[in-house]
């Protein structure tokens, strides 16, 4: 919401000396965001308000230039060459003259041109820093109708206006206004202001001028007409409509556009203008037909849902309700009759008509955030009488006003809540001064306040509203910062020590956490082979290629990994830990009521819906692992750094990972690894598919990761190391294998056959080749063997050893290799 200062000024009376800075705190003590000051560029030098005398047009030159004599105030006519045509004899306009400097360092000076001495420039708003209209001269008025000539020019223009953009939050829709807005600022300041919304709207006399039906009451409570005749299509928004509408980011379009457009700045109230005579028959308001279709102001065709509210008359569609009109009643260069409408519309049905056509605009913008239904006919009058004014419009008939508005609720309050809410005393008459302040009604009865909010304020439907009113109204920056005791506690959980020590590790080992929003479409499960029912789809998601909670952390990291390699990263290893959501049994959760807390079925029954989220974690690589340099080439990233990956997180959760060969989507069924925790399949790390490598447009043997932390075993209590004073003894085997066999299978059985002596085993060389035949593959383990008590000798050792390399064989058929 752009807020110019100076229309600000006429609603409120600003303390002398109020200047940009004070204003700013006032709007962010008031919970309004300033995104940012606007302030044009600066003129210096003579600028004044002229009136076009004489215009002499002059000829042979390439293109149309005039000499024109304007009177700026002194005795005698400045003579200013102009290449504009936009203007005539008694025009208002605005003159630099010799010494002036506009925006941009463009000095004014007097000078010769076309054969004629030109005292000055008579100036665009573009110019002048202004707007963007650079067609024409600016034209301020005509004759009298307008500051006098010689009258400083920056005042009247708006050079020296300062404009706030605000961020104006949902639940505040009245400061989408500059009504709304001047009530805040002299709230803040205590200062006297006047309401656009309080005059009394004149009795037209006559009958209503049209017939209007709303069919649908529940979803538009008021809705108001008023018809006029005789406006001239020719007559132009005044100077000071288009400046404004500029300065709140509107576009000038035309008189009676123009005047709604201003009107909806002003009250908050979104207006629509229909060219009367277009409109055939009565005006019905409904929710759209089977296979109804609409043409909106912008020339799409549209198809229109079931829950599309619309205006309609016997043509059929006119308007999208609350949205945009239809371009079958636009107003045109040639209208003269109009049908001025105004109307409060429920909010959440604009909002989905919003989304469904992706049509936002500056009227659904408010309606979406709640209008003030007290001021439709209010802005009927408002936007008649400026239409009166300046494009002689006349009113026809009396004014229609359809109203089934229910009486707005009452909410108790206790005095004393906003002080226990906020931690600092506020006074009952305190409570009722906040509350007052921002409109509402108030009714004392002991310690209890019946308090009626405002029409304008829709938000304000519970107690806690009303304790935010009061604690903003006290001031937030009243409220000290107490730090709580905190309370005794056993610091943090298992679970909260696992998932951390799991995301040390894994950056320890360099990778990059890059955490991704939880939210999923089918498109990227299907790309990478994951299964697509039975998803848990969002009722309100923030995309609609996005409506799902994610099965899986891969669609996301891989959606980083590409991101980066887009942006020329070529070596990546990066992870996540977070929820997946697996499909549920879709259980659909209760709404408990706001005003009591929910009962214990209530409560049951929420959490039976909560969907189960277990933790999981992932990695994925691509380019190098290890980095090349003056000592070598660099060593690529391959699907044992995923496997290895996985042991990482495994060992910072305290438990004993095995590892097969696996086949599951999306890895590469040749080369995907199966994570076991005993007989418990935790998760899988491999290559991914060379299709879906293609599909992502990722580099070929991209490796990935995805375990399931929440299914690792606790951690074991921790035992102290048994640290031995004798001598180990080491000995080396290497076992000839067929490549079907997992090392793991290997590993188990030597461990196994080994018996108590073993302290240590590792797999240290690998090697395939010719000297042990074809299938074949050469594992070679170093043994450790150590007895707690005594020395072992070199018998029992060697027993040990052969009884580990006869398990191994029988278990897998290993042969040690000579």
Known sequence: MKVPVSWLSEHVDLPAGTGVEELDAVFVRQGLEVEEVLRVPETTGPLVVGRVLVIEELTGFKKPIRHVQVDVGDPEPQGIVCGARNFAVDDLVVVA????????????????????VSDGMICSSRELGVGEDHDGILVLGRGTDGPAPGTPAGPVVGTDDVVFDLEVTTDRGYCMAIRGIAREVAGALGVDWRDPAAATPPAWPGEPAWTVEVADPARCDRFSVLAMEGLDPTAPSPWWLRRRLAQSGIRSISLAVDVTNLVMVELGQPMHAFDRDAVRGPVVVRTAAPGERLTTLDGVDRALDADDLLITDDSGPIGLAGVMGGASTEISGTTTAVLLEAAHWEPTGIARGVRRHKLPSEAAKRFERGTDPDVTVVALARAASLLAEHGGARVVGGVVDVDARAPRPQIVLDADRPARVAGIPISSDQVIDSLTTVGCTVGAEGGRLAVTPPSWRPDLTDPADLVEEVVRAVGYDEIPSVLPTVPPGRGLTPTQRRRRAVGRALAEAGYVEAPAYPFVGRTA?????????????????????????????????????????????????VFEHGAVFPPGDGAVAPLPAVDRRPDDETLAALLGA?????????????????????????????WADAVQAARLVADAAGVELTVRAGDQAPWHPGRCAELLVGDTVVGHAGELHPRVCAALELPARTSVMELDVDALPDRPVAQGPAISAFPPVRMDAALVVAEDRPESAVRAALVSGAGELLEGLRLFDLYTGTQVGEGNRSLAYAFVFRAPDRTLTGEEAQAAFDAAVAAATQATGAVLRG
């Open 610 to 638: 909560v969907p189960a989220q277990p933790w999981h974690v992932a990695v994925a690589l691509a380019g190098n692992r290890e980095p090349r340099g003056w000592w070598g080439p660099g060593r690529p990233a391959v």
């Open 525 to 573: 499960l299907e790309a990478l082979g994951l299964p697509t029912e039975g998803l848990l789809t969002l009722r309100n998601p923030i995309s609609e290629q996005e409506p799902a909670l994610r099965t899986s952390l891969l669609p996301g990291l891989l959606a980083t990994l590409a991101r980066n390699l887009g942006r020329g990263q070529r070596d990546l290893a």
């Open 97 to 116: 003259l010799p010494g002036a400097v506009l925006p941009g360092d463009f000095a004014i000076a007097a000078r010769t041109t076309y054969g004629r």
